[in-house]
């Protein structure tokens, strides 16, 4: 198939997790890279070179003019999210986000309004409900096999991945928190899991790294559901060996139990260096996210829209409140009472 006749999409922002969307596109035949922004232009540069050559730009106004350009991937710290999905949605473009939507309930909003308003796709990245285990629980809630979710707990647990103490998501202000970063994914998977509305969020955040830290690397977090469901959640990047990696998964429900222990998607490796897992081969959340995404271009679902973004965004800044208030926070307050911080 000739570029001419695919999907022309640009990724903004170049960082690590850019890698894994920019691997995805280049396996598609029905959507091309048009080229890159970052604020950085030698790191815009670079990754151009990187992608055969393709165009770049530090300004995401010359790069939506740029011919053929219909879509956008934006990699971008947490931030800016709002901000660059409305210049988009402006443009007529389709946009993957990475999560989450942005760091506060209106300016989340503002963003899926916008799209609503284009009439175009937004879908953001929450890409764990694009990994095989959570399709699998997924897949055993919505087949009956363990009846209507009671109790959900689901545990990762991981070392230190962000480069130094300069990494823009050690900053509470530009990340949102770590409940907001990283925290979010679990939040989102386990509200798609048990399909209620989640009513309340209870959370505890630690410093396990460094008490200098800005941000909690190591959250504990419960869940409350319409229906009386519960999810317990814990989001570390603070554990020690920094390589070892850990996922744990326990559903109880009104039919059944079902459980994916910690070691269940690898074999567990003790060196001299330390504990280490072997993962097993297991498919491309990234691509498969991207799969979804440009089938929604065509009439499908789009994996997490802009409601379950705010919703997500809701989700994350209530963990963050009720770290700080050492209470249960209300997420229909959160909902209802968050300030707007975009203009009308």
């Not at 151009?48 to 939506?64: F, H, I, K, P, Y």
């Not at 284009?118 to 409900?129: C, E, F, K, W």
């Not at 920094?242 to 060196?271: C, E, K, N, Y």
Request: one cysteine or more; proline letters at 5%.
């Amino acid at each position: 198939m000739e570029q001419s006749s695919t999907l022309g999409v640009i990724v903004v922002g170049t960082g690590f997790v850019a890698d894994s969307h920019l691997a995805a596109l280049r396996s598609r035949a029905d959507a091309h890279l048009v080229g890159v922004v970052d604020v950085a232009p030698e790191r815009a540069a670079a990754t151009a070179r990187a992608q055969g050559g393709v165009r770049w730009s530090t300004d995401l106004a010359e790069a939506l003019s740029w011919p053929g350009v219909a879509a956008a991937i934006v990699c971008t710290p947490n931030d800016t999210h709002s901000a660059l999905a409305r210049q988009i949605a402006g443009a007529g473009c389709h946009l993957l986000i990475e999560k989450p939507l942005a760091t506060s309930v209106a300016d989340a909003r503002a963003a899926a309004d916008a799209f609503a308003t284009a009439g175009r796709v937004l879908a953001v990245a929450h890409t764990h409900r694009c990994y095989d285990y959570a399709r699998a629980v997924r897949r055993a809630i919505t087949s009956g096999e363990v009846g209507r979710p009671r109790l959900v707990r689901l545990s990762v647990l991981g070392g230190w991945i962000w480069p130094d103490w300069r990494g823009w998501m050690l900053d509470g202000r530009r990340s949102g928190g770590h409940a907001l970063h990283n925290g979010v994914h679990l939040l989102d998977v386990v509200t798609w899991w048990i399909g209620c509305p989640p009513v309340s969020v209870f959370a505890r955040g630690h410093k396990q790294t460094s008490s200098e830290l800005d941000i909690y690397d190591h959250l504990e977090m419960v869940v409350r559901f319409e229906g009386g469901a519960v999810a317990v959640c814990e989001m570390s990047r603070g554990h020690r060996p920094a390589t070892l990696a850990m996922r744990d998964v326990f559903v109880q429900g009104t039919a059944g139990l079902l459980t994916l222990p910690w070691d269940a998607d690898a074999s567990l490796l003790i060196d001299e260096r330390g504990p280490g897992l072997l993962p097993t081969v297991a498919s491309d959340g990234f691509a498969r996210q991207l799969d979804a995404w440009l089938a929604a271009l065509h009439g499908t679902a789009p994996p997490v829209d802009g409601h379950d973004g705010v919703l997500a965004v809701a989700l994350g800044v209530a963990a963050e409140r009720s770290i700080v208030a050492g209470a249960p926070v209300s997420v229909a307050d959160v909902l209802a009472t968050e300030p707007r911080e975009v203009p009308a």
